[in-house]
């Protein structure tokens, strides 16, 4: 057996010097003979997940500050062992205080690929962005939150592609569901109720210029129309069930209206939109998926 002296005791008073620093070991930045399986390069490797306050613009020039969860990567090529993944949190920190949209994500990248030397960049924001929403007929209003994310990349040419997503919430009345009500109604007198459910679209966008996210979620609502209230009275409740019943649709005919409401948009140079309706009906999902079809974009 080997026996040592090791003591088990941290020092709360132990300096650093750059001699010392110099020491440590640092298995990442390897030669090429410690690389374990195949020596090929991977497109992505980072962290993920790591959390802080960041400034997002809105129309009206006020600044909201919102905890925002980060994923950076960057490429890794062959006969590298690895990356120093405390320089990805690390080179982020630099633009903590900066307003962030989709460009300014490129200055981000760029810093990666020359702090960790790499070829290409990642970096995926995602975070709930809130928007106050007006009751339908009572005079309330409440914070809707939305879900967001906000990707880009920089290939090895630093050619800049970003990409926005949004979740946007619904209600989908069936109106196959109605028209069968009325006839159990008017054939019968049996009181039947039609059957609506909450329902997700889900958007990735790519952009030619700046757009608020503001802006992404009223061309939703001016879309869908039946967007899912915050503060609801009697009142409320009753316009929205009238809302549904003068907005019915299928998943197809949401697919299509929001189609329809992006493509008119000039800022917006590609998309893809999936709709999913979370059947009350059946115990499976009703689901359609549209792009715009862009040569060599979304797909």
């Known amino acids: ?30 030669p090429a003979s410690l690389i374990e399986g195949a020596n090929v390069p991977i497109q992505q490797v980072g962290i993920s997940n790591f959390k802080l306050p960041l400034k997002y613009p809105t129309p009206s020039g006020e600044l909201l500050t919102l905890e925002t969860s980060v994923d950076g990567y960057v490429g890794l090529e062959a006969d590298k062992k690895g990356i120093n993944m405390g320089r990805i949190m690390r080179t982020f920190y630099k633009f903590q205080d900066d307003v962030f949209h989709p460009d300014k994500l490129e200055e981000v990248l760029l810093a990666y690929k020359e702090d960790l030397e790499s070829q290409t960049a990642f970096l995926k924001l995602s975070l709930n962005y809130p928007m106050l929403k007006e009751s ?3 005079d309330y209003e409440g914070y809707q939150y939305y ?3 906000i990707e880009g990349k920089v290939d090895e040419y630093n050619r800049f592609t970003s990409h926005m997503h949004l979740d946007f919430e619904y209600s989908s009345a069936c109106p196959c569901s109605y028209e069968l009500s009325e006839h159990a109604r ?4 049996i009181a039947a109720i039609p059957h609506s459910q909450r329902s997700v679209a889900s958007l990735t966008v790519q952009l030619n210029r700046e757009m608020f996210i503001d802006d992404l ?7 869908l129309q039946t967007e899912t209230q915050v503060i609801v009275k009697r009142e409320d409740e009753q316009a929205f069930a009238e809302m549904n019943g003068a907005f019915q649709k299928f998943v197809e005919d949401a697919a299509r209206l929001l189609y329809d409401e992006l493509n008119k948009e000039e800022r917006i140079r590609d998309f893809v939109v ?3 309706h ?7 999902d009703a689901v359609s998926r549209i792009c715009k079809g862009v040569p060599n974009g979304l797909r």
């Open 186 to 189: 008017e054939t019968r007198d």
């Open 147 to 149: 879900r967001v994310s």
């Open 1 to 30: 057996m080997i026996t040592t002296n090791l003591k088990r005791f941290y020092d709360p008073t132990f300096a650093v010097t750059d001699q010392y620093k110099e020491s440590l070991p640092d298995l990442q930045n390897g």
């Open 278 to 284: 979370l059947e009350s009906l059946h115990s499976h």
């Open 217 to 223: 979620v009223e061309i939703c609502r001016e879309a």
């Open 136 to 138: 339908l007929r009572s």
């Open 274 to 276: 999936r709709c999913a």
